[in-house]
């Protein structure tokens, strides 16, 4: 076994009688990335787009070339990652660790680091892995995480929401498209931060909930948003603190922000089902700013 084979089939977590939660942590490099890493980097080996030795480029607030770094140290692939600078430290190191490079760009500029990568990758022939707009980001979410979730629930109950942020939008879209299926009445809410509303109409601003409001609405359909709920970046980490600290759940900031956003629409909206949020990744990667 591989440590791309345990990939996916995380725990679902009870935060609270409304509120559940998938544990994406569990997976090989810790957070929920693995899996589109994982998916996207067979179908290009099924496909004949890339052979052992060949090199992977691609944009990231950190997870996902933290995901494609350790699928490159797995299977011989060498990995190149254009990030913002201000991505936490801790990630730049993991990358490192697993063998990447990094590339970096200005604090908070997904923009440049999205035409940097694409610059690169059409000049030296790399593989774009091309997280943003690659409709298999999606599908992977909804064959994998979303047929968890709804297997996983149905002994608790029907799903009255999805709630969660979103970077590429992946997850959200993905997951959604299984469970309305089993739950047409489903609501879905995205988060985002308060510094950054961009889906919400809002600026473009810096803000610390790495790995969410990465300053587009790339795969989100903003159609199918039944709301958006503005957290700051201060609430996140507060949030996730008390999560390590009262709940022995050792997760990052935009998980802070996901179950914030799903108790305050749980408050308001008092849902006759559960409503199912995403614990992204692990807290050592945000040491140096909790
Ligand atoms: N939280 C964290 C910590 C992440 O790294 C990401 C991925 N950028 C997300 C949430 C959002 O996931 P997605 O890209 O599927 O929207």
């Known amino acids: 076994m591989r440590p791309s084979d345990t990939v996916g089939n995380t725990p679902l977590l009870k935060i609270s009688d409304k509120l559940y939660a998938k544990f994406e942590t569990f997976n090989p490099s810790g957070s929920i990335k693995d899996r589109i890493a994982t998916y996207i980097i067979n179908n290009a080996e099924k496909n004949n787009l890339i052979k052992k030795g060949d090199t992977i480029i691609e944009a990231t607030s950190g997870n996902t070339g933290i995901a494609l770094a350790c699928i ?7 990995v190149k990652i254009v990030m913002p600078r201000n991505m936490s430290e801790e ?5 490192r660790l697993f063998g990447a490079e990094i590339i970096d760009v200005d604090d908070g500029d997904f923009d440049r680091a999205i035409a940097l990568r694409d610059e690169l990758s059409a000049k030296h022939g790399w593989f774009n892995s091309n997280q943003f707009l690659n409709p298999l980001n999606i599908e992977c979410h909804e064959k994998t995480t979303g047929v968890e979730i709804l297997n996983q629930t149905k002994d608790i109950g029907e799903i009255s929401a999805l709630i969660l942020g979103t970077g590429t939008g992946g997850t959200m879209m993905g997951i959604r498209r299984t469970l309305i299926k089993a739950f047409p009445n489903m609501k879905v809410v995205a988060c985002e931060p308060a510094e950054s509303p961009v889906m919400s109409g809002g600026e473009h601003g810096t803000h610390g909930i790495q790995g969410i409001g990465d300053g587009g609405r790339f795969l989100v359909d903003l159609k199918v948003l039944d709301g958006i709920i503005l957290i700051k970046t201060e609430e996140a980490k507060e949030r996730a603190r008390r999560l390590i600290k009262e709940n022995g759940i ?3 900031v935009s998980s802070g922000a996901n179950v914030l956003a799903a108790e305050r629409w749980i408050e ?6 559960i409503v199912v949020t995403i614990l992204s990744d692990r807290a050592e990667r945000y040491l140096s700013i909790y």
């Open 72 to 78: 490159g140290a797995e299977r011989g692939y060498k």
């Open 91 to 95: 990630r730049k190191q993991m990358m």
């Open 250 to 252: 050792f997760v990052g």
């Open 268 to 273: 308001k909206n008092n849902p006759d089902g």
